[in-house]
């Protein structure tokens, strides 16, 4: 099984962090930074909301403050006195899914206390609650929302240390005091990093298994398993909160390009790999000399969520029997959803095989619904693009306007002074020879100075007209692009429309039936021939070929703000 590993990351003020401002965000505070004179304020990040649990652990016999994170993570920047300065660092550790709120609090903190252990530190720990959707943007369905916790790290040793008085006594002084110097260098902490990796595995798997899940945590990396699986890229927070703006990025289109296509296949060849699931598991338990119905086999393939719904349709005590028609959902809790309207308006299925088929229509109904988000995003970036250009446009024009009175001004004033010049051609030619301004006559003086003035104001006006030629130009740049990203969109809505019509051409009326307005338009001018499914794809042929092509098409690119 494949799942998210803990990853350690260093904090310093080169990156601009700060120890203080670092855990408050992590738990959800509000504190003062002494070394800056700044105030930090997370609190809007409620604890039981997006925080699940916050707390600061101390080794045994450790001062009051060590526990306050406000006197800590102040005490550790203090302890830091170069520019540069590595101020702390952020283990950050998955928690499995299927825990309960304080399940996964203790396991977090179990977690932080043996890093306290091992490095005899205070640390914080702050353990936040994933959020509803993932790096692309789309939705997370209810059992992959869980949780992750942070556990921030200063870089030193919290030690007590006797300090010599002036009249021969001594006295103990607590404070972070001795560097970590092997957690700074990613050879020299790598065994540490290893100790604390196999920990989380292992209490993962403790946890886990008492709640009667899988318990197949890992720290080992695919490498070391010999899997012949590749991690996914990376994002990094910058690209995460484009995407989930909606603008397309490099990074986030070499992750879609992995995933959109895995989760259609899914969709489309759901029945196949069904089937193979149920053949490994019935050939595993006729190798182990064990009797496995084939309803059984399948129970595995059934998620949290679908439970309930799947027990209505096999019965561990006989053959299967036609199922209920699927329930429909409650409309408060799914108002404005495509999804919702088709599920209430499309024919309930009455067959076990109907009801599979019904369930894959739903999904690439889903992806519809997604699509169809992004294009009225799209069109909204078009309507402020066009709003944008006019500003901008009515601007240059107005400063030709003014550039063009500038100049007519410039042309005056230049004509007064050479006017002038010519009928005191002994002032002007004395004036030159002594190269001093204080014997020039006062009008004269003058004149020069309006010219001058006139002159300014015209470099002034063609400096803007400039720069609105400039961004003109962007806006023609960033037109192109949004067009580039209309037609891939415009695709994945054909490609999608396709898949439905190549598994049920009868679900196209009821999806057409709970649109309207311009997303109707849109569904009826990319539906294909009901002849066939895509591009000339036959109904009835594998609906993976045409599920291939909804991957992301051509190169996407940043969108205009």
Same mark, same amino acid.
Request: charged share 25%; net charge positive; with cysteine.
């Given at each position: ?482 067009? *580039?990203?209309?037609?891939?969109? =415009?695709?994945? @809505?054909?490609?999608?429309?396709? +898949? &439905?019509?190549?598994?049920? %051409? #009868? /679900? ?9 307005? *311009?997303?109707?338009?849109?569904? =009826?001018?990319? @539906?294909?021939?009901?002849?066939? +499914? &895509?591009?000339?794809?036959? %109904? #009835? /042929? ?20």
């Amino acid at each position: 099984m494949r799942h998210a590993r803990p990853h350690l990351q260093t904090h310093g003020r080169s990156q601009g962090h700060s120890a203080v401002a670092g855990a408050a965000y992590r738990l959800g505070l509000r504190l003062y930074d002494e070394r800056t004179k700044t105030w930090h304020d997370f609190r809007r990040r409620k604890l039981g909301e997006e925080i699940v649990a916050a707390l600061t652990l101390a080794p045994e016999g450790a001062p009051d403050w060590a526990t306050d994170p406000g006197q800590l993570w102040n005490r550790a920047e203090a302890a830091e006195l170069r520019k540069d300065s590595q101020v702390a660092r952020d283990y950050r550790i998955p928690v499995p899914f299927g825990l309960s709120d304080e399940q996964a609090t203790d396991m977090a903190t179990q977690m932080a206390q043996f890093i306290v252990d091992q490095l005899h530190t205070a640390v914080s720990l702050g353990l936040h609650r994933d959020a509803d959707v993932d790096a692309l943007g789309a939705v997370k369905p209810k059992e992959k929302q869980g949780y992750h916790a942070h556990i921030y790290i200063p870089t030193r040793r919290l030690e007590q240390l006797e300090q010599a008085e002036g009249d021969g006594t001594s006295k103990s002084d607590w404070g972070l005091h001795t560097k970590f110097a092997f957690l700074t260098g990613r050879r020299s902490s790598s065994d540490f990093v290893e100790r604390l990796n196999a920990r989380w595995a292992e209490l993962a798997n403790e946890f886990t298994a008492a709640n009667e899940l899988p318990a197949d945590y890992t720290h080992l990396s695919y490498a070391r398993q010999g899997l012949p699986f590749v991690p996914q890229p990376t994002l990094g927070q910058a690209v995460v909160a484009m995407e989930r703006k909606g603008f397309f990025t490099r990074k986030g289109n070499a992750v879609r390009d992995i995933v959109v296509p895995s989760e259609i296949h899914k969709v489309a060849n759901g029945a196949a790999m069904d089937a193979q699931h149920q053949q490994a598991v019935a050939d595993l338990a006729r190798e182990m000399g064990k009797l496995v119905r084939p309803n059984e086999a399948s129970k595995p393939l059934v998620t949290p969520g679908r439970q309930a719904e799947s027990s209505r349709d096999e019965q561990a005590d006989g053959p299967p029997t036609a199922p209920s028609p699927l329930p429909k959902p409650p409309m408060t809790a799914l108002a404005g959803s495509l999804v919702a309207r088709f599920h209430a308006a499309a024919p309930a299925p009455t067959t076990p095989e109907e009801r599979r088929l019904f369930i894959r229509v739903l999904k690439i109904a889903a992806v519809v619904e997604r699509v169809l988000a992004a294009l009225n995003d799209l069109a909204h970036r078009f309507r402020k693009h066009a709003e944008d250009l006019g500003r901008r446009m009515a601007a240059k024009l107005d400063t030709d306007y003014q550039l063009d009175g500038c100049r007519a001004q410039r042309a005056s004033a230049k004509e007064k002074l050479e006017q002038w010049e010519a009928n005191h051609r002994w002032q002007v030619v004395t004036a030159r020879a002594f190269g001093a301004d204080g014997i020039k006559p006062k009008a004269w003086q003058s004149l020069i100075g309006t010219f001058e003035a006139c002159q300014r104001r015209v470099q002034t006006m063609k400096a803007t007209l400039r720069s609105h030629q400039v961004y003109l130009d962007n806006f023609a740049d960033d037109e192109a692009q949004l067009r *580039v990203q209309q037609a891939d969109t =415009r695709q994945r @809505l054909r490609a999608a429309l396709g +898949t &439905m019509v190549a598994l049920d %051409q #009868g /679900s196209v009326e009821p999806l057409l039936s709970v649109t309207s307005g *311009v997303e109707l338009e849109w569904l =009826r001018a990319h @539906l294909p021939d009901m002849g066939t +499914t &895509m591009d000339g794809v036959p %109904q #009835g /042929s594998e609906p993976s070929e045409a599920v291939a092509r909804l991957r992301p098409v051509g190169r996407r690119v940043v969108g205009a703000p």
